[in-house]
């Protein structure tokens, strides 16, 4: 770019799939913590922790801080042979290759939480797939090596989740409050049909130690089973607990029913009497503008995160779906804004993010950070049978590769993200860019088509210029047309009627006069 370096959606490396994330803020620098997904995976999170970092006044500049926690080092993952008697699995999780990432151990972790404690040091919570227990680690900085330290328990020593009548551990989200530390877990039901009694929003108090239960489970959100008449009913609790306070109110951030969506709940309390807020954001932009599921903009899936507020902005952190699947996730952020009655108004799903404003009209870009993605009936959950070949999805050119191995010291090693698929009827839209200059486009693709991409700044809306396509190469191929927008922030669109099927990888925007 010409100027000062941009922040993007996905605002980490093409290659990187780490959703779920919580950021925090320690020490002038923001922290990400979330699973690890692989590209095109069979299963969630099958790669062990890793952790990226940016200076909180450079948020363009994410550095990668290497793997914090194996998922081996849980004594409850040990290698346990795939064949062992009474040993509940979710996934085959084997080694796919030589040399794979994180071969080891038969369970998957998934999303974790990160605090600092009062005594100075770092805590990490987390959960093996579907066993019923929380796990946690600690570290003397935030993101060097974390060791097991243990597994949450009662008072008596009893391990939480296996003692009689506990409830299920899921995906827990911690929280220092003065003098009380606070532990969320548990997940919902989606439907009636799989309601199960062990399953719901609960909350804990701990002692100081960090691991022992200083107060035992209370439920806490309500779920499909006890919605009616709480406010909550449409959006009602399903996973993915976290929590932040801002001024006297106490922000629950969740996953709901809906699954695509981020949900918050508001209280005066950090333990009680919840009242549903409204969403934060989703994925498919529903509910935006009264936007139905059937009108979604992206490709389907679950979402997870958590709000942080940086240099005195506030941010909701999500993860988008890549790859005809549900399990290569990458994560995504936004502004958001809180009102002074306390309401936050649902973010739009764009391409800049944590950009300070709009993406300039100069420069190249990625086809990746694209905030739309339908084809001729729209889009639909991002799986391999639900969208076949009809739909385009973003994918990567090489196996996903170990930023710490041998082969990353080559640049060219890493996987390059782009947007595969694109046939009759596909709309890529990105939003926002300042235009006052350009009026050329220069398009990066391959494969093999004919026909014509229309450049709009509003879906269905005048058109603002044309390239024309007509190629049959596997090489990455410029096609160029001129284009003449309006000046002022705006979308970009790209519609492509024509035959074939086209890859996309980058797109430039330039001025005829400043090239």
């Given at each position: 770019m010409k100027n000062k370096k941009q922040v993007f959606n996905p605002y980490l490396p093409s290659y990187e799939y780490v959703p779920d994330g919580e950021p925090h803020v320690f020490g002038g620098r923001i922290y990400l913590y979330g699973s690890h997904d692989r590209c095109g995976s069979a299963g969630f999170c099958l790669n062990d922790y890793v952790c990226y970092s940016a200076d909180v006044q450079n948020l363009s500049d994410w550095r990668y801080e290497g793997v914090i926690f194996r998922k081996d080092q849980d004594p409850r993952n040990q290698n346990i042979p795939v064949n062992a008697p009474e040993q509940?699995?979710?996934?085959?999780?084997?080694?796919?290759?030589?040399?794979?990432?994180?071969?080891?151990?038969?369970?998957?972790m998934w999303a974790p939480?990160?605090?600092?404690?009062?005594?100075?040091?770092?805590?990490?919570?987390?959960?093996?797939?579907?066993l019923p227990e929380i796990g946690v680690a600690v570290c003397d900085t935030p993101a060097g090596k974390y060791e097991f330290m243990g597994l949450v328990r009662h008072a008596d020593g009893k391990i939480l989740g296996k003692a009689n009548g506990d409830l299920m551990q899921f995906d827990p989200g911690?929280?220092?409050?003065?003098?009380?530390?606070?532990?969320?877990?548990?997940n919902a039901p989606m439907c009636l049909e799989h309601a199960d009694s062990t399953h719901a929003s609960q909350v804990m108090r701990l002692?100081?130690?960090?691991?022992?239960?200083?107060?035992?489970?209370?439920?806490?959100?309500?779920?499909?089973?006890?919605?009616?008449?709480?406010?909550?009913?449409?959006?009602?609790?399903?996973?993915?607990?976290?929590?932040?306070?801002i001024g006297n109110i106490y922000y629950f951030v969740y996953s709901s029913v809906n699954s695509s969506e981020l949900c918050y709940a508001v209280s005066k309390y950090p333990d009680r009497d919840y009242r549903y807020g409204g969403t934060l954001v989703d994925i498919g932009d529903i509910g935006i503008n009264g936007r139905t599921r059937e009108e979604a903009l992206n490709a389907?899936?679950?979402?997870?995160?958590?709000?942080?507020?940086?240099?005195?902005?506030?941010?909701?952190?999500?993860?988008?779906?890549?790859?005809?699947?549900?399990?290569?996730?990458?994560?995504?952020?936004?502004?958001?804004?809180?009102?002074?009655?306390?309401?936050?108004?649902?973010?739009?799903?764009?391409?800049?993010?944590?950009?300070?404003?709009?993406?300039?009209?100069?420069?190249i870009y990625p086809a990746r950070i694209c905030c739309r993605l339908t084809g001729k009936n729209g889009a639909v959950e991002s799986h391999p049978k639900r969208m076949g070949m009809e739909y385009s999805y973003l994918t990567q050119d090489l196996p996903d590769i170990d930023p710490e191995s041998p082969e990353a010291a080559l640049e060219k090693s890493f996987p390059i993200q782009y947007i595969k698929n694109i046939q009759e009827g596909t709309v890529i839209g990105y939003k926002y860019f300042l235009f006052?200059?350009?009026?050329?486009?220069?398009?990066?693709?391959?494969?093999?088509?004919?026909?014509?991409?229309?450049?709009?700044?509003?879906?269905?809306?005048?058109?603002?210029?044309?390239?024309?396509?007509?190629?049959?190469?596997?090489?990455?191929?410029?096609?160029?047309?001129?284009?003449?927008?309006?000046?002022?922030?705006?979308?970009?669109?790209?519609?492509?009627?024509?035959?074939?099927?086209?890859?996309?990888?980058?797109?430039?925007?330039?001025?005829?006069?400043?090239?």
């Open positions: 509940p699995l979710m996934f085959d999780i084997r080694p796919e290759k030589a040399g794979d990432l994180n071969p080891k151990g038969v369970h998957a939480d990160v605090v600092r404690g009062r005594d100075g040091r770092y805590y990490l919570y987390y959960c093996l797939d579907f911690v929280f220092i409050d003065g003098d009380e530390i606070y532990l969320y877990s548990g002692e100081g130690d960090m691991i022992t239960l200083k107060e035992e489970p209370k439920r806490l959100l309500p779920d499909i089973r006890c919605s009616k008449g709480t406010g909550f009913e449409g959006h009602e609790f399903f996973e993915a607990s976290s929590i932040r306070r389907l899936g679950n979402t997870h995160g958590g709000i942080e507020q940086i240099n005195g902005q506030w941010y909701v952190f999500y993860h988008r779906q890549t790859n005809r699947t549900n399990f290569s996730r990458q994560g995504c952020a936004e502004k958001i804004e809180i009102r002074p009655d306390g309401t936050i108004r649902q973010a739009e799903v764009t391409s800049c993010g944590m950009n300070t404003g709009p993406l300039t009209d100069a420069g006052e200059n350009a009026d050329q486009m220069i398009l990066k693709v391959r494969g093999k088509g004919n026909g014509i991409f229309t450049i709009m700044q509003k879906p269905e809306a005048e058109i603002a210029g044309t390239v024309a396509v007509d190629i049959d190469s596997e090489k990455w191929t410029d096609i160029a047309g001129g284009m003449n927008f309006r000046k002022g922030i705006y979308p970009l669109y790209l519609k492509y009627e024509g035959d074939g099927t086209i890859d996309f990888v980058t797109f430039t925007l330039y001025s005829c006069e400043r090239r």
